[in-house]
Structures are given as C-alpha cells and as structure tokens.
C-alpha cells in the first residue's frame, strides 16, 4: 500500500505559511523605510467654502475694520 500523503500535504502548509509570514515582514519593513507616507503633511485636509475637501490651505483675509 502506498503512504498516505499527509506528510506532504502538512510540508506544503508550513512552507505557505512561512512565505506569507515573510512576505507580510517584508511589507513591514517597507512601511517603516519609507517616513514620508505616515508625515502629519500629508494627512491634513482643508475645507474650502463651498465644503469641498483641498490639500491646500484656505487664502488668509484680512478685515480693514
């Protein structure tokens, strides 16, 4: 009789399971290389009159009263 294949099937888990381990710490790694993408610059948003969201700053007015 022939072996049974479980042996095999359990190898292939554990090798799935280690790439995606590595993978998911190489993806890690990239997000903390790169200290740009979390900046507080970046993330600011600001509301024009209309309520539209723009990532620049409203124009200062200056009251002459």
């Known amino acids: 009789m022939a072996r049974s294949n479980n042996s095999f099937?359990?190898?292939q888990k554990a090798d799935n399971k280690r790439k995606k381990?590595?993978?998911k710490l190489e993806k890690k790694q990239n997000k903390t290389?790169?200290?740009s993408?979390?900046?507080l610059d970046n993330m600011i948003v600001y509301?024009?009159?209309e309520g539209n969201f723009t990532s620049e700053p409203p124009e200062q007015k200056k009251n002459n009263e």
Do not use: N, Y
Request: avoid cysteine.
């Open 37 to 39: 993408a979390g900046s």
């Open 21 to 23: 381990r590595l993978e």
């Open 33 to 35: 290389k790169d200290p």
């Open 47 to 49: 509301v024009d009159e």
């Open 9 to 11: 099937i359990k190898k």
